[in-house]
Structures are given as C-alpha cells and as structure tokens.
T-cell receptor, first 114, second 110 residues
Framework: EAQVTQNPRYLITVTGKKLTVTCSQNMNHEYMSWYRQDPGLGLRQIYYSMNVEVTDKGDVPEGYKVSRKEKRNFPLILESPSPNQTSLYFC?????????????FGPGTRLTVL | QKEVEQNSGPLSVPEGAIASLNCTYSDRGSQSFFWYRQYSGKSPELIMSIYSNGDKEDGRFTAQLNKASQYVSLLIRDSQPSDSATYLCAPLRGNNRLAFGKGNQVVVIP
C-alpha cells in the first residue's frame, strides 16, 4: 500500500530535550516536506526537500532541522524543543516536476512540549 | 494581502444543498490549484486539482478557476453529512511548494 508513515504519532516531552520525528514514504517520491498545523494559522511549511541531499527552508524553519540521506526518509529534528513548538506535524511527499502534483500526507504527529 | 484567503467562519448547509467555498490567492505565478479535505484530527486528503481556467467536475465536486481574478472555488453538490470537514485551498508555488489557506469548515445538517 502506497503511504507516508510518521513516528511517533503522539509525543509529550519537556523543554530542551532533543527529539526526532521520522517520516518515510514507499512511493519513490523525490519531493518531501514537513508542515505544522496550529489553530487559526493553518498549515505552514517548515522544510522541504526536492531530492536526496537537497533541502531548503519553508515558511517557519526556526527551531527545526532536517536531513535527507535516503530518498524514502525525511526526519524532522528538534534540537531544543520549546513550548511554542507544540503543534500537529504532517509529513508529505510527491513526485517533482509535474503540473499535477498530488502531495500525499502522513497521519500526523501530535507534539506537546511542556 | 495574505497569500491565500478563504471565507471566514463555518459554513452550515442542509443535507442535499450546495456548499460553495471561495479562495483568493496573491501569487500570479501559481499555475496549479488544489482543494484538500481534512477531517478533524486527520491528515489532509486531495479531492480536486485544477490548472486551467474554467470548471472541472468530479462527481459531486466542481472546482472553478479564474486566474485573471486570482480566484478559485469549490462547489459541493448534494451535500452529505460525510462532507462535514474543513476544506483547504492550496495554490502551488515554485519548487513544488503548496501555500495553504486557513480553511473553510463545512457543517452539513441532516
């Protein structure tokens, strides 16, 4: 089954404790992206990757890091989480270079930083 | 001007009626436009895409695009309770980046 998976689905942590949210897709997509969703603010892009070893900042990259060492994986790293990073996070993937370009979303990770 | 603007406030429609959702965007370079549906606590799922001016129909959904007016809309005909969700308008920017609106909540009343 074609899918994007994220782990963990739920996470409660404390300020300053480094964490990684994993994202994996099995569709051989070049493009992957991380979003956060907050009430009243909608979906905002954090980082995206056009292909292996190619990453770039989205609209709200502060406090986050990413890496793309393999095509299928795109982990999101919070080196020193803070309460304002409490949010619902989505990973998405798609093919690149096409006009019609459906992005497939993972199930989401609900993160709470105390 | 916000990059993507959608009508404010929830839209309540009786079952069987037409729900009409509007979206305006600021980037004249956008060529592709997407409507996603998101149920509460779930991930967005694509329901319509459109990249030519005019109408595109898919089942009970019709997307309308007017690039000159920078306007895209979504009509849901014969609304069902299962259509109760938030609908996100998303123009495609450069580098495959989607710009999402804040969404329109639709409530279908049985």
């Amino acid at each position: 089954e074609a899918q994007v998976t994220q782990n963990p689905r739920y996470l409660i942590t404390v300020t300053g404790k480094k964490l990684t949210v994993t994202c994996s897709q099995n569709m051989n997509h070049e493009y992957m992206s991380w979003y956060r969703q907050d009430p009243g603010l909608g979906l905002r892009q954090i980082y995206y990757s056009m292909n292996v070893e190619v990453t770039d900042k989205g609209d709200v990259p502060e406090g986050y890091k990413v890496s793309r060492k393999e095509k299928r994986n795109f982990p999101l790293i919070l080196e020193s989480p803070s309460p304002n990073q409490t949010s619902l996070y989505f990973c998405a993937s798609s093919n690149s270079g096409r006009i019609y370009n459906e992005q497939f979303f993972g199930p989401g990770t609900r993160l709470t930083v105390l | 001007q916000k990059e993507v603007e959608q009508n404010s406030g929830p839209l309540s429609v009786p079952e069987g009626a037409i729900a009409s959702l509007n979206c305006t965007y600021s980037d004249r370079g956008s060529q592709s436009f997407f409507w996603y549906r998101q149920y509460s606590g779930k991930s967005p799922e694509l329901i319509m895409s459109i990249y030519s001016n005019g109408d595109k129909e898919d089942g009970r959904f019709t997307a309308q695009l007017n690039k000159a007016s920078q306007y895209v809309s979504l009509l849901i005909r014969d609304s069902q309770p299962s259509d109760s969700a938030t609908y996100l308008c998303a123009p495609l920017r450069g580098n495959n980046r989607l710009a999402f609106g804040k969404g329109n909540q639709v409530v279908v009343i049985p």
